[in-house]
């Protein structure tokens, strides 16, 4: 792409001090990737509060993105991304999940009510300046100052540097799709959700794509257990079941799994199977029956977009750390399918292309600005169970 020549660069800088400021920060990082091209990404440090009140130690770095959005458009879709990743304003200066600052927009200057390029305390916190010059060397204030220069002054300021510019990696989605999924027995399996969940009864295999998924049969009834690959991001493991607990509450009466919370009430349970961590998430089972092949009759349509009405409107509001999912089925990273083309044949390969660079070029500026929530994307017959007897 040759637009990076064309689009301003911004410097977003990033903070964290609640939950896992390590792991939220790269999840940030990957959500930032909706705004444009993310062309450097600083090193990580852990830095002491400053303002508000007494509260933990910062996680704090510096991006550069290439962005076709303008600037209050980017900063709508920072404020966006701050709140889907599970920002709570409470007090001024209080502790957040994540905050995202603009700091520099090109050269321009901007005052307001709401928006302020530079940010206004830019030059005065090593824990934004540091990182902004080791991602940006040249930076520049629009009044010609360096913002290198203006390092000596913030000298005395503690920073500790807590992972160099390679922490982050841009994510592989197709990881945990390569990773074949865990082995173990029904009889393992019985044995870990007994001592997670504290659930007895007999195990039977499921399929399942990247997990061991197994069918729990009990005297508290039936549930699905499943044995997480090893290359799944711990945080959407975690939103998968934060997800059902909020759809749980939500709409009570919603035809969807039920999550179960491990005997020490964690969401994901934690065991050590020969010496290795297993991360283990149960589920109530859901009765039904696949989706006859090719089923599909107005119905059926019908009855299926209702239920997805239904399901994305419960959902309404749900925020979670993990819910900028970087997953092959978000649609808004098209352009990651770029490198699969080549395994299509020459003529439909074209189509594919010329798509994603309509994408590129007609979609993903207007998508940085677009409203969000997390939905369910991914009704496909495979993940559809029907009333027994009743396709429709
Ligand atoms: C005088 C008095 C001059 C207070 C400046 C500066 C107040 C910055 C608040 C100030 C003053 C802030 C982070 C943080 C906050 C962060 C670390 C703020 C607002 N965000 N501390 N405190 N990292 N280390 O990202 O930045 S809250
Ligand atoms: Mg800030
Ligand atoms: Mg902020």
Known sequence: ???????????????????????????????????????????????????????????????VIATALGPSDLLDGLLDLER????????????????LDLLLFGDR????????????????????????????????LPDGTAAADLLPAVAGQEAALAADGE?????????????????FSAEEAADLAGECFGISGSAEPLVGERDRNFRLTGPDGRFVLKIANRASDPLLLDLQQAGLEYLA??????????????VDDARVAAAERDGGPVSLLLQTHLDGERLPDGHSTPASRDA??????????????FAHPGAVRVDLWDVARLPALRPWAGHLPPERRRVVLDEIDRFEVEVRPRLGASRRQV??????????????????
């Open 1 to 63: 792409m040759g637009s990076e020549h064309l689009s301003p660069r911004a410097a977003i800088g990033l903070g964290s001090n609640l939950g896992d400021r390590k792991r939220t920060l790269a999840a940030a990082i990957a959500g930032l990737e909706a705004f444009g091209e993310v062309t450097a990404v600083s090193p990580l440090y852990e830095t002491a509060p400053v303002g508000g009140p007494d509260q933990g130690p910062y996680l704090n770095a510096v991006v």
């Open 84 to 99: 889907v990743m599970g920002r709570e304003r409470r007090e001024r200066w209080g502790p957040r999940t994540l905050d």
């Open 109 to 140: 200057v901007i005052d307001e009510p709401g928006l302020a390029v530079p940010h206004p305390r830019l030059s005065e916190r090593r824990f934004v300046l540091q990182p902004l010059v080791d991602a940006w060397p040249d930076a520049a």
């Open 167 to 183: 922490w982050w990696r841009p994510p592989d989605p197709a990881r945990v799709l390569e990773t074949p999924a865990p082995r």
């Open 249 to 262: 509450a939500a709409d009570p009466g919603l035809a969807v799994p039920r999550p179960v919370r491990a």
């Open 304 to 317: 299926l977009g209702a239920l997805l009405a239904r399901l994305d409107l419960a959902l309404t509001g």
């Open 375 to 392: 939905i369910h994307s991914d009704a496909n017959p495979a993940n559809l169970l029907t009333r027994p007897g009743d396709p429709d």
